[in-house]
C-alpha cells in the first residue's frame, strides 16, 4: 500500500494506492504548529480504521509520496518518515526528483510541488496540451503543452479567500457558507454573494481558460481541461470549458512520481 500526502495550506490531502486504485482517503486541516509526533499519532488514528492495515503505524504501507506548500509541515513530514516508517521507502517532492516533466519557467524552483505534480497526472491521464485548474486556496490554472512540458500558469484569490475577504472587508457582509442559490439574480444578500461567488468563479474560470488556450495550442478545442480541488463542484456545474473532474489528481500524480523515482533509491 502506498501512502500519498498532498499538503496545502489549508487543507491536507492523504490516500491510500492499492496498485494504482486509490482505496482510501482522508481530508484534514493544515496547521503548521503540528509536530512530527503530533503528525504521526494524527496518521495512526486514520489509518488505524483501515481494513487492510494493520494496528502498529507503518503496518501495511510499503511506500509513502508527499508534497508540500507548507515548508514547515514538510520539515514535520521528513522527521516522520524517518522516525516512524525508517523501513519504508519514501519520495518528497522538492528539487532532485525526477517528475519526467520539464519545467519550462524562468525559475523552476518558484514553482509550487502540487502544481508541478498535477501536471505529471495530466499528462499521464489525458495527454497534451492540457490546463489543470486547482480550486484550493488559491485558484491556479495550470498549463502543459503537446510535449508534456509545464509551460507556466496563473495564480487567482480562492474561492474561501474571497468568501472571507467579503465578510471582513465588507461593512454590511458575513461570512456565508459557499452553496449555489436559487437563481443569478439574488432575493438577499446571502444569495447575492453567493450568486458572485459560484457564477462569478464559473466566469473567471471560462475566460482565463480560453486565453491560456488560445497561447497554448493552433486550436484551443485541442486543449484538455481539468479540474480539481475541493472545491471545484461548486464551479463544474457552471462552467463552459471544463471537459474532465478528477478530485484526486495530485494524489495520482504523487503515486506516479513515486513509481518513477523509488528504484533509484
Known amino acids: 500500500m502506498l501512502l500519498t500526502i498532498d499538503v496545502g495550506n489549508t487543507h491536507t490531502v492523504l490516500g491510500l494506492f492499492d496498485g494504482e486504485d486509490i482505496v482510501e482517503h482522508w481530508r484534514i486541516s493544515t496547521d503548521a504548529r503540528r509536530t512530527a509526533d503530533e503528525l504521526a499519532v494524527l496518521l495512526q488514528g486514520l489509518m488505524g480504521m483501515h481494513p487492510l492495515l494493520g494496528d502498529e503505524l507503518g503496518d ?12 514547515s509541515v514538510l520539515h514535520e513530514l521528513r522527521e516522520v518518515t524517518r522516525r516512524y516508517y525508517g523501513d519504508v521507502p519514501a519520495v518528497l517532492v522538492e528539487p532532485g ?5 520539464p519545467i519550462l519557467t524562468d ?6 510541488a502540487d502544481r508541478i505534480i498535477n501536471a505529471v497526472a495530466a499528462v499521464e491521464l489525458f495527454g497534451g496540451p492540457a490546463i489543470v485548474v486547482d480550486f ?3 485558484t491556479t490554472f495550470d498549463a502543459v503543452s503537446a510535449r508534456g512540458e509545464y509551460v507556466g500558469g496563473v495564480i487567482a484569490p480562492g474561492i474561501e479567500i474571497s468568501v472571507e475577504a467579503l465578510g471582513v472587508k465588507g ?15 439574488g432575493k438577499n444578500t446571502v444569495e447575492a454573494m453567493q450568486s458572485g461567488i459560484v457564477y462569478g468563479f464559473a466566469g473567471q474560470v471560462d ?6 488556450a488560445r497561447e497554448l495550442a493552433e486550436d484551443p478545442d485541442d486543449v484538455t481541461v481539468i479540474a480539481t ?3 471545484a463542484p461548486m464551479v463544474l456545474g457552471e462552467s463552459s470549458v471544463i471537459d474532465e473532474h478528477e478530485p484526486w489528481l495530485t494524489l495520482v500524480g504523487l503515486r506516479l512520481v513515486y513509481e518513477r523515482n523509488v528504484s533509484r533509491m
Do not use: F
Open 136 to 138: 484550493g486556496t488559491a
Open 60 to 71: 501495511g504501507i510499503d511506500g509513502i509520496a508527499i508534497c508540500a506548500t507548507v515548508p
Open 171 to 185: 461593512a454590511q457582509l458575513r461570512k456565508i457558507e459557499v452553496a449555489r442559490p436559487r437563481s443569478v439574480i
Open 207 to 212: 475566460g482565463v481558460v480560453g486565453r491560456m
Open 97 to 101: 526528483v525526477k517528475t519526467g516533466v
Open 107 to 112: 525559475n523552476p524552483k518558484e514553482v509550487g
Open 229 to 231: 480541488g475541493g472545491l
